[in-house]
């Protein structure tokens, strides 16, 4: 039952990825450098395992991942030997969808790059309006789930379809891996950070009465019969408690990453030619089409026959064998890229977040990232998170991107006209919010400096803080300073792995080192915001005591998180909730009864819902509106939970 589950003292039963994890239990009150070596401590977690748990080295994971790319690799080469219209679908919630876009933008680069047709598709829950502004609540619609896979996939021979899903809980994604597993043409892969025991077990309202968990476990029958995949190494408990954007969002990057960078390694293996077309470059239309009339002379059964899920013993095997030595690389090729985040400019990161926190102090004041390319892409994703994590306000972190959407490459184009969070390009930070800036605020560039001379040159002459973090380009120097000089930023972090890639038995280093950099990007700026929203107090201990109430995994989690705290039964807390959700006083007869939807839709319009619930609980609050009025006055919303635990 879902008292049971959410239970105080009951941590075994709860997901793995709603547990608080032991090394950050004391995170909000320790210093940004204390911080860093935290999370640190806490990713580490992602490659050399979580207690007994198999984690992403396994050889049961490794083994996984290297078939799943070789069923890639056959469905990519059919389509360039046949014409085929084979596609790859990733679809998720949250960061899930925004980690899906991301990398569906890159996939489907390196293929039009080569002369090939790009093949891969996203889906994110809410559709592109949550790319920028995070909407919790279309998670829980598995039949928009499934007509949004419909649409998508109207035109396709096989497909690969990706649900992920890093708690195993998203009902969106558990209504398409439903409706996946009786398509005779849909291959589904399931990709989250529990054990499928652990799945979530909550009845979706809109799913017949199932829940995640029923529907994974078919799955689980579906794998031992070759028709699927599951991939689900346990990265451990989040940094910030149920903060998938961090270890989640960053494992979901490197998995689908190393299953498409193995894949196309080895459709280089079979098709020498498609190798040398550097980014930016493609093969002539001659070259592509010889090697086609050249593919047509290989024998059918290279290329998987009877859908991409059959596993065809006398090729699949031979492929996924020789993959496995290229997963591992790859797999330490990312550890090394999470570990430069965090070590190899410690003392600067640490800096960056030490202003970061003290600009969002102030009132009225603001962080900005700023960059190119994916860079900025990486800015966009990580203030979208903002809300629906710590409670912040859209203002509060926001990204810009050189290009705006034309740099996206998103399914509904510009939609700069939906409101002034969706303008993103650095014309609109110049027109919206250059003017505006104070010496409070703080704009940190990623990567690269951005091309716009004029933006700089009123960026130096300001009096906004400037910050930067960026990675030293492979073998070379860090990234030049041409524009603004070394003396205008407040704190400056440049990150290097200490080892690239071997080009010896790898073919895809050109890819994979961007993609590396990407990721020690997004740690080292998750850790940024995180150690930011920490020191202006909206963690307590490493609960996230300001989230959202916006669907109905956050509806139990923030019970949970008021029982942790208030030390009250599961039943009280409940309560407290709904009287904090609805700003009433005394029980309403049968209001407990009403489906969770309905109170999420209350919850959206109430603001620190959870905090008030605390209060309510613990009893240092008599009524809501008491409660209302602690909040507002204090001048910390850690210091005021702090008095009740």
């Not at 075994?12 to 940004?32: F, G, H, Q």
């Not at 609540?137 to 899903?165: A, C, H, S, W």
């Not at 609960?543 to 009280?572: C, E, G, H, W």
Request: hydrophobic content about 35%.
């Amino acid at each position: 039952s879902t008292t049971t589950l959410y239970c105080r003292g009951v941590m075994d039963t709860l997901r793995i990825s709603e547990r608080s994890n032991k090394v950050t239990e004391n995170i909000d009150t320790a210093s940004p450098e204390d911080m860093l070596d935290m999370l640190k401590r806490s990713d580490d977690q992602m490659f050399e395992g979580w207690e007994d748990y198999p984690c992403v080295l396994s050889d049961c994971c490794v083994k996984t991942l290297a078939r799943v790319a070789d069923s890639a690799a056959d469905m990519l080469q059919d389509n360039i030997k046949n014409g085929s219209k084979n596609a790859f679908i990733f679809s998720g919630c949250g960061t899930s969808g925004r980690i899906a876009w991301l990398c569906t933008r890159t996939f489907n680069q390196w293929l039009t790059n080569r002369g090939i047709p790009p093949c891969f598709y996203y889906l994110i829950a809410g559709g592109d309006t949550t790319l920028i502004r995070s909407e919790e609540m279309p998670e829980d619609n598995p039949v928009q789930g499934v007509k949004d896979l419909q649409e998508i996939n109207r035109d396709n021979k096989y497909v690969m379809y990706f649900g992920i899903t890093c708690g195993l809980s998203a009902p969106y994604v558990a209504g398409q891996v439903d409706y996946a597993m009786k398509q005779e043409m849909i291959t589904p892969v399931v990709i989250g950070f529990n054990p499928v025991s652990l799945a979530r077990n909550v009845p979706i309202e809109t799913c017949e009465g199932k829940t995640c968990r029923e529907i994974f476990l078919c799955l689980e029958d579906e794998v031992k019969n070759n028709r699927g995949f599951i991939i689900n190494p346990i990265v451990g408990p989040e940094s910030i408690t149920g903060s998938t954007r961090m270890k989640g969002g960053s494992m979901t990057k490197i998995l689908l990453e190393t299953i498409f960078l193995t894949a196309l390694n080895q459709l280089i293996t079979r098709i020498p030619s498609i190798s040398a077309c550097p980014v930016g470059d493609r093969s002539t239309d001659g070259e592509i089409e010889n090697e086609k009339k050249r593919l047509k002379t290989l024998p059918n059964s290279v290329v998987t026959n009877g859908g991409p899920g059959v596993v065809q013993e006398a090729t699949t095997c031979q492929g996924a064998v020789r993959n496995e030595a290229t997963v591992r690389d790859l797999l330490d090729f990312y550890h090394r890229a999470t570990e430069a985040a965090y070590c190899s400019d410690s003392r600067s990161l640490a800096s960056v977040m030490r202003k970061a926190g003290e600009s969002l102090c102030k009132p009225d004041s603001h962080l900005y990232y700023i960059g190119q390319d994916s860079f900025g892409l990486i800015g966009l994703i990580d203030g979208s998170e903002m809300l629906s994590t710590f409670g912040a306000s859209l203002e509060d972190i926001r990204g810009f991107v050189e290009g705006g959407w034309s740099t996206c490459n998103n399914r509904s184009g510009d939609i700069s006209q939906r409101g002034h969070v969706f303008r993103i390009s650095t014309e609109h930070f110049e027109i919206d919010i250059l003017p505006n800036l104070t010496s409070s605020d703080l704009v940190i560039f990623l990567g690269p400096e951005i091309n716009s001379t004029h933006i700089l040159e009123s960026l130096v002459k300001s009096s906004v803080q400037l910050a930067r973090i960026a990675f030293a380009e492979p073998h070379s120097k860090p990234p030049p300073l041409s524009k603004i000089s070394r003396w205008r930023y407040c704190a400056e972090c440049v990150l290097k792995p200490t080892r690239w890639m071997s080009e010896d038995h790898f073919t895809m280093t050109h890819e994979a080192e961007p993609l590396a950099v990407e990721l020690g990007t997004k740690v080292a700026i998750n850790a940024v915001s995180t150690g930011a929203n920490v020191m202006i107090g909206r963690v307590y201990g490493n609960a996230m005591i300001n989230v959202t109430v916006a669907n109905n995994k956050l509806f139990y989690r923030s019970i949970n998180i008021v029982a942790q705290l208030s030390k009250r039964p599961v039943d009280v807390c409940h309560a407290a909730l709904l009287s904090s959700i609805y700003s009433m006083d005394t029980a309403v007869d049968g209001i407990e009864e009403r489906p969770v939807s309905e109170h999420i839709l209350t919850a959206l319009k109430v603001k620190m819902a959870v905090p008030k619930a605390i209060l309510l609980a613990s009893g240092r609050a008599k009524t809501a509106d008491d409660a209302h009025r602690m909040l507002q006055s204090a001048t910390s919303i850690r210091l005021l939970v702090q008095t009740v635990t």
